[in-house]
């Protein structure tokens, strides 16, 4: 969901009291589990919990899959997430059947890319970790999706994600910003990253950047930018397309914040068409329709459709409408500027081999 047009900003001052209700509201609830009138259940298990405080896009989903990519040749993990969107309930594990509906388009993501490792969903984390540690015994560690807001479950390493262009320092509770969340909530974090980030970001932003979040002396904080991948072809992953500045692109997305793809497309192809949709839209053939009547009307050779990973989940399904479609997948992941990745690294993994269970008295 995106409310950063200027009309959507300029009403969105009018909700500034329903904004302070909502934020005592958490305050209060945050105090609730702060002073153990609230519980938190601990498990002698690594949790590592990726979250925000907004809501909107500060690239969760990406960090999940650096995750995955830097843990599954040595340790043996899964991921829990919500499932948004979903048309089931409860606790499911994929498998070879599963679709985006059943689980949700993001854990339907990290499955297709990633089926040698356990994905699953379920509303309640504290009921889904249980029963994925019972289907899948030999798990090492367990990647908690966007459950830093979920005080139920205590997780071992919280990374916290801020969006450098809306520094959660900066923002303020909903309806009038985009905070679900109180700027205090930030302490919890072992690990705060400075996502979206200029490829250029200068030492001296990236130090005006970390006294505006104020962190603690404890917490770690890094900065990431967006890193694009070579586009492939939604059913042939070999099928690959090298965007050029001759290249006219139908950009299909349903995501919280497409700002970043679309001045990436800007640079890299000589035009680029728009059909917007909201965050997880569930697609119909109505869709698909106006996406082949949009495609057919740019008159150019070098034309092709362009989505996201976590649209394409909730796509693949119109095998027979998409097939003689040019529809291609751009992938994205986190790139850690000042060269501090392999820091990052070595905290999570440490976090894993070093595990000691400490639960609070």
């Known amino acids: 969901m995106n409310f ?8 969105r001052v009018l909700l500034l009291p329903l904004a302070i209700i909502y934020g005592l509201v958490i305050a209060i609830r945050n105090w609730l589990f702060d002073k153990n009138y609230l519980k938190s259940a601990e498990f002698n298990f690594p949790l590592i919990c990726i979250g925000n405080l907004s809501v909107g896009g500060t690239g969760k989903s990406p960090m999940v899959e650096y995750l995955i990519e830097l843990l599954k040749p040595t340790y043996r993990i899964g991921t829990l997430s919500r499932g948004y969107k979903r048309k089931t309930k409860g606790y499911a594990l994929a498998n070879q059947y599963t679709t985006a509906l059943e689980i949700g388009d993001e854990p339907m993501q990290f499955h297709v890319k990633f089926p040698d490792i356990a994905v699953a969903s379920c509303e309640e984390r504290i009921v889904g970790i249980p029963h994925l540690l019972q289907d899948v015994p030999n798990l090492q560690a367990i990647i908690l999706d966007d459950a830093f807001q979920h005080r139920s479950v205590k997780a071992g390493l919280n990374i916290l994600l801020t969006d450098y262009s ?5 923002d303020f509770f909903l309806p009038t910003g985009d905070l679900r969340d109180g ?42 930018t967006i890193e694009y991948g070579m586009p492939y072809h939604i059913f042939n992953h070999g099928d690959e397309w090298m965007l050029t500045p001759r290249d006219e692109v139908l950009l299909v997305c349903g995501i919280a914040n497409p700002k970043p793809l679309k001045e990436f497309l800007h640079e890299k192809t000589h035009t680029y068409y728009q059909q917007d949709y909201s965050d997880h839209h569930i697609f119909s053939i109505d869709d698909l329709n106006e996406i082949r009547e949009k495609f057919d009307h740019i008159d150019a050779k070098d034309k092709m459709i362009l989505t996201t990973e976590k649209d394409a989940v909730r796509l693949i399904k119109f095998t027979e409408q998409l097939a003689s479609l040019p529809m291609y997948v751009l992938p994205i992941r986190h790139y850690f500027l000042f060269e501090e990745g392999r820091q990052f690294n070595e905290l999570v993994t440490d976090f894993i081999t070093n595990f000691r269970f400490n639960p609070a008295t």
């Open 183 to 224: 700027w205090a909530s930030a302490k919890r974090a072992q690990i705060i990253i400075v996502t979206k980030c200029p490829y250029d970001l200068s030492a001296e932003l990236k130090q005006k950047a970390i006294r505006s979040l104020k962190p603690e002396a404890s917490q770690k904080i890094f900065f990431t």
């Open 166 to 170: 809306n520094l959660y320092s900066h």
């Open 4 to 11: 950063n047009t200027i009309f959507l900003k300029s009403f």
